[in-house]
């Protein structure tokens, strides 16, 4: 079915100024003719191939389950490594008496490779001192102040820190703790 073009001059007014390119593009496509008809097979959109699905294979455990298994590995290394360490028993308990219902522990732990004593002290009831000041425990000799094992400060409630004995305990004969400068003892070794 071949149909008539269109008169150019009914298209396009005498005075437009675009009128003889417009001229030379409307009889080009005069020439060309009409467009070919579109093929049959195209005439209905051809279907998309369909997706190959490739299943996983089963997992028998999820990530969570590896995390957790991650866990409790970690948890036993850390248990094995960190307990080759840990401080034992105490090989001697000191009970310390004060004034006031103050009172304090000292749990001697078995002396290491170097000839250290270390120790858990644990005191409760001191007064809570002014920024700066301290507290010291000392080993007597003859009743008098004669080797430091540490300082510290208290909080209040208990408080228990980490303290050293480098000497031989045999050689002393008391445990008195003072307020770092002084002499006088606010706690004292329990009979």
């Known amino acids: 079915m071949s149909a008539t073009p269109p008169r150019f001059d009914d298209l396009v007014a005498a005075d437009d100024p675009a009128r003889e390119r417009l001229l030379a593009a409307h009889e080009l496509l005069i020439a060309a003719g009409p467009q070919p008809e579109l093929p049959p097979e195209l005439a209905v959109a051809p279907v998309p191939p369909g997706a190959r699905v490739v299943p ?6 999820t990530a969570v389950g590896a995390v957790a298994i991650a866990a409790t590995v970690l948890l036993a290394i850390g248990y094995v490594v960190g307990g080759r360490n840990a401080p034992g028993a105490p090989v001697q308990t000191i009970t ?7 009172e304090a522990t000292i749990d001697v732990l078995a002396q290491d490779a170097a ?11 001191l ?5 700066g000041s301290t507290y010291t425990l000392w080993l007597t000799k003859d009743g008098k102040l004669a080797e430091s094992c540490g300082s510290f400060v208290v909080a209040g409630g208990t408080t228990e820190v980490p303290l050293n004995a480098p000497y031989r305990l045999k050689t002393f004969d008391g445990w008195v703790v003072v ?3 002084t ?7 329990s009979a």
Request: avoid cysteine; hydrophobic fraction near 40%.
């Open 56 to 61: 996983f294979a089963r997992r028998r455990f």
């Open 96 to 102: 310390m008496k004060g004034a006031n219902a103050a």
């Open 115 to 125: 000839g250290n004593w270390p120790m858990t002290f644990s005191v409760s009831g």
């Open 127 to 131: 007064p809570v001192l002014p920024k």
């Open 179 to 181: 307020k770092t400068g």
């Open 183 to 189: 002499t006088q003892p606010l706690l004292t070794e």
